[in-house]
């Protein structure tokens, strides 16, 4: 059975090989396993994931079963005005999807930010699974970007769900 805990740097070439396989498995009919390859060489560093584990303002978490990381999540205050927090990870590996971790997850990161009016994430416009996952969870199409991520090209649905503050 799987818990939701925070990242730590013992984690991080587990987290790094599942990111690397669920991005293939997601993604290299869209862009080609060459594209990705590409792509989650220079995202994905060990460096980039370190730096997360210490970001203020910001929650990276696992799923753990005690043998093995079945997913990650990665969010951040993008913009304390309107109090907004930007989902810029959520992958689960192949192998666990469908067991509701995505879900745990997604509660877990909604949970760390209290005080949050909305959180907002981009997504592939033909990531189909990752849509009905979002949609089922409250978020609705708000926008769209030319540059996932802000420094990649690649375009991207930008999704939001607003969340409950007291
Ligand atoms: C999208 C993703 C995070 C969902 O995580 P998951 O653990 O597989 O999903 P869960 O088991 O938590 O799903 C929970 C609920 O979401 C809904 N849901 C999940 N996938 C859905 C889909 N494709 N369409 C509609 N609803 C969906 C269901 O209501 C499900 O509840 P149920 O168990 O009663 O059926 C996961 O499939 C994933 O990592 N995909 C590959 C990477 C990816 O695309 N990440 C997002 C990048 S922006």
Redesign the pocket.
Known sequence: MFFVRTAGKQDLEAILALLSE?WHD?YDAIYGPDRVAEITASWHSRQSLEAKLTQLASEFIVADDGTRIG?VAFAAWSDQQTKRVTLHQ???HPDC???????ALLGEIIDAFPDANALR?E?EPA????I??Y???GFEKVGETKDCGGRTGIPAAIYERPLATD
């Open positions: 669920t997601t997913g959520l992958y689960v999807q469908g067991q509701r971790i995505g879900a994430l997504v990531n189909e699974k990752a009905g996952f949609r089922a969870h």
